[in-house]
């Protein structure tokens, strides 16, 4: 049954898969200046693993999945350019179910931003920490194509799969070529556009990735287009090497385009939500940990997510 169900170790709950998500969050700490650097470096590796946070959350508390996602189809022609930007606009133009049905990711960056603002403000370790973490996981998802379309895993175009393919498989395979030193943080001006921007960039990619596709498929034997691999112990199906490495070849480095994307973004994101609560002293901070209580909780609010994970519907129930 493993060997037969393809792309099982890809399971990534469309989005950019686990590996990458915080390959993003990581390097982004490292764009900070000095003094952020001395608070979020302390905490590189929870700000890593817990950029998964939001993927384990999506199908088991109620409002999450929207936030990874906008079905640009949903609103018509060029509706990326004509959407409001602003969420309470978008509201009252549309209603808060419409939006939810179609997806929120432009709209939830804002929201996060101002979260972390407000953490920042308070001087409040254990927000920044989660906020931040959250934040970047929604800017990483803003820069996938396919989080832009209906057509998100290729479903209705005959190409299911290329969703953990795109974002999963290949940085697996190519992210240690990528070169991904961008500098320092910048700060942002309109985190509204820069939120919107980032999904028109990454929807403008989006022919590319399903053209490209097709056409290597159209290159290759059907039985050379896939190989079955060890994944710690378990034999799966997924994208050969030799296609894996036609198609990156074809996208010219897109995949790494849209990772410097979303890399730089987060570290400017934490960098504008630092300087507009006033520059605070991380400093003092720096020595906080999370205590055994905490950790705990931590720990089990992620086992009920896990739990629910199992009793909820497939997206194609929905």
Same mark, same amino acid.
């Given at each position: 049954?493993?060997?037969?169900t393809?792309?099982?170790?890809?399971?990534?709950?469309? $989005?950019?898969?686990?590996?990458?998500? !915080?390959?993003?969050?990581r390097?982004?700490?490292?764009?900070?200046?000095?003094?952020?650097?001395?608070? &979020?470096?302390?905490?590189?590796?929870?700000?890593?693993?817990?950029?998964?946070n939001?993927d384990?959350?999506?199908y088991?508390?109620?409002?999450?999945?929207?936030? +990874?996602?906008?079905? =640009?189809?949903? *609103?018509?022609? @060029? =509706?990326? *350019?004509?959407?409001p930007?602003?969420?309470? #606009?978008?509201?009252?133009?549309?209603?808060?179910?419409?939006?939810?049905?179609?997806?929120?990711?432009?709209?939830?960056?804002? !929201?996060?931003?101002?979260?972390?603002?407000?953490?920042?403000?308070?001087?409040?370790?254990?927000?920044?920490?989660?906020?931040?973490?959250? %934040?970047?996981?929604?800017?990483?998802?803003?820069?996938?194509?396919?989080?832009?379309?209906?057509?998100?895993?290729?479903?209705?175009?005959?190409?299911?799969?290329?969703?953990?393919?795109?974002?999963?498989? %290949?940085? #697996?395979?190519?992210?240690?070529?990528?070169?991904?030193?961008?500098?320092?943080? #910048?700060?942002?001006?309109? $985190?509204?556009?820069?939120?919107?921007?980032?999904?028109?960039?990454?929807?403008?990619?989006?022919?590319?990735?399903?053209?490209?596709?097709?056409?290597?498929?159209?290159?290759?034997?059907?039985?050379?287009?896939?190989?079955?691999?060890?994944?710690?112990?378990?034999?799966?199906?997924?994208? @050969?090497?030799?296609?894996?490495?036609? *198609? +990156?070849?074809? %996208?010219?480095?897109?995949v790494?385009?849209?990772?410097?994307?979303?890399?730089?973004?987060? @570290?400017? &994101?934490?960098?504008?939500?630092?300087?507009?609560?006033? !520059?605070?002293?991380?400093?003092?901070?720096?020595?906080?940990?999370?205590?055994?209580?905490?950790?705990?909780?931590?720990?089990?609010?992620?086992?009920?997510? &896990?739990?629910?994970?199992?009793?909820?519907? @497939?997206?194609?129930?929905?």
């Amino acid at each position: 049954m493993l060997i037969s169900t393809p792309f099982l170790a890809y399971n990534s709950s469309n $989005t950019w898969g686990f590996w990458a998500h !915080q390959r993003i969050n990581r390097l982004a700490v490292f764009s900070l200046p000095p003094e952020m650097l001395v608070f &979020f470096k302390k905490h590189l590796d929870y700000l890593t693993e817990n950029a998964v946070n939001p993927d384990k959350r999506r199908y088991a508390v109620v409002g999450e999945a929207p936030r +990874h996602y906008i079905d =640009a189809e949903a *609103y018509g022609d @060029s =509706a990326l *350019y004509k959407l409001p930007l602003y969420w309470n #606009e978008a509201v009252k133009k549309f209603g808060e179910d419409t939006l939810a049905l179609n997806g929120t990711v432009p709209w939830a960056i804002q !929201q996060y931003k101002s979260q972390l603002t407000e953490a920042f403000r308070q001087r409040n370790p254990r927000r920044i920490l989660r906020v931040s973490a959250d %934040l970047g996981h929604y800017i990483a998802d803003a820069n996938v194509p396919l989080h832009t379309t209906r057509n998100y895993n290729g479903q209705l175009t005959g190409q299911e799969g290329i969703h953990a393919f795109w974002e999963t498989r %290949l940085p #697996e395979l190519y992210a240690e070529e990528y070169d991904m030193f961008l500098g320092s943080a #910048e700060y942002e001006q309109k $985190t509204a556009l820069r939120a919107w921007q980032a999904v028109r960039q990454a929807n403008a990619a989006l022919d590319s990735v399903l053209r490209f596709e097709k056409n290597a498929s159209l290159q290759m034997k059907p039985e050379l287009k896939y190989a079955l691999e060890d994944r710690n112990g378990v034999v799966i199906k997924t994208y @050969s090497r030799e296609f894996a490495k036609k *198609y +990156h070849q074809m %996208l010219d480095r897109q995949v790494e385009r849209q990772m410097r994307a979303s890399v730089k973004m987060v @570290s400017d &994101f934490w960098f504008t939500c630092w300087v507009d609560a006033g !520059q605070p002293d991380l400093g003092s901070l720096a020595s906080f940990e999370w205590d055994k209580a905490e950790k705990e909780q931590e720990e089990k609010e992620k086992q009920n997510w &896990f739990q629910r994970l199992f009793k909820v519907r @497939s997206e194609n129930d929905n």
